[in-house]
T-cell receptor
Framework: DVKVTQSSRYLVKRTGEKVFLECVQD?????MFWYRQDPGLGLRLIYF???????EKGDIPEGYSVSREKKERFSLILESASTNQTSMYLC??????????????????FGPGTRLTVL | GQQVMQIPQYQHVQEGEDFTTYCNSS?????IQWYKQRPGGHPVFLIQ?????EVKKQKRLTFQFGEAKKNSSLHITATQTTDVGTYFC?????????????FGTGTRLKVLA
């Protein structure tokens, strides 16, 4: 079974702190994603990565950065946490099919989520 | 930002009643996926639809892809308390040679025993 783990289930930080959220997958997947989930807004994509050291902005990248130094690990960084970044953060991974099959969407496997509270 | 509209946002049903959620897109889709998230859990893949007019069934769940591939629905027959959760659709969008996933706003289902 695919396993996606996240470093913390719950995290409390103060405004202005630098926050690192880590995600690890064990299935050799090329694609990894970071979402935030807020009531009534569904899942919104922050950043994604389709290869080591490669990253693409999602729909709401402002205030976030990411790092992918190894294939299995994708980190989300809040450079200076703010209260409006209080949310549930979900990491996901999927197997890349290549550009030729880009029309076919791969199954995403999600981690358990990190509930971040910024005070 | 881009979001996929799902309706309704919430639905409360009595156990045994049917339930349907709809996902509507402004563009023609190559395919669509459905996920379920139990309370306190994370989204879990249910199914993928690819063909125009496709209908797939999983026990009491029926998934349909519109003829024009712009909408999709999930219908649950005779709901049970185990069906409680939020149902999301997800559609692919390509950007500069890569593709990403846009999730719907979700429909939260509550089943009253």
């Amino acid at each position: 079974d695919v396993k996606v783990t996240q470093s913390s289930r719950y995290l409390v930080k103060r405004t202005g702190e630098k926050v690192f959220l880590e995600c690890v997958q064990d299935m050799d997947h090329e694609n990894m994603f970071w979402y935030r989930q807020d009531p009534g807004l569904g899942l919104r994509l922050i950043y994604f990565s389709y290869d080591v050291k490669m990253k693409e902005k999602g729909d709401i990248p402002e205030g976030y950065s990411v790092s992918r130094e190894k294939k299995e690990r994708f980190s989300l960084i809040l450079e200076s946490a703010s209260t409006n970044q209080t949310s549930m953060y979900l990491c996901a991974s999927s197997l890349a099919t290549g550009w030729g099959l880009a029309g076919v969407l791969d199954t995403q496997y999600f981690g358990p989520g990190t509930r971040l509270t910024v005070l | 930002g881009q979001q996929v509209m799902q309706i309704p946002q919430y639905q409360h049903v009595q156990e045994g009643e049917d339930f349907t959620t709809y996902c509507n897109s402004s563009t023609t889709l190559s395919n669509i996926q459905w996920y379920k998230q139990r309370p306190g859990g994370h989204p879990v893949f249910l199914i993928q639809l690819v063909k125009s007019g496709e209908v797939k069934k999983q026990k009491r769940l029926t998934f349909q892809f519109g003829e024009a591939k712009k909408n999709s629905s999930l219908h649950i027959t005779a709901t049970q308390t185990t069906d409680v959760g939020t149902y999301f659709c997800a559609e692919p969008r390509t950007t500069s040679g890569t593709y990403k996933y846009i999730f719907g706003t979700g429909t939260r289902l509550k089943v009253l025993a």
